[in-house]
């Protein structure tokens, strides 16, 4: 295996990483910004009140995108398994 194998098999692991983690963390940062939105119009400071909008919205769509998220890391393993012959 040359130094080129291995920044692209990492290059793709990070790839897919962030595409499993985007759905989540882009549900997590539009409601944070929607209840600071609010939290600032209606001058309530509370930190707590933004924490269980995100953490519903973040579990939403965890649940609704889970098997595409499934299916993307289930594709990513097979390809990684049928390629490590050609990198050894």
Not at 4 to 18: K, N, T, Y
Request: charged share 10%.
């Amino acid at each position: 295996m040359n130094p080129q194998d291995a920044v692209d098999l990492s290059r793709e692991a990070m790839i897919v990483a962030m595409l499993i983690a985007a759905p989540v963390l882009l549900a997590g940062m539009l409601v944070g910004l929607l209840i600071g939105l609010v939290q600032a119009l209606t001058q309530i400071q509370e930190q707590t009140v933004a924490f269980v909008p995100k953490l519903v919205a973040m579990v939403l769509v965890m649940a609704w995108t889970l098997p595409w998220l499934l299916n993307r890391l289930v594709e990513y393993s097979q390809q990684l398994l049928i390629e490590i012959p050609l990198y050894l």
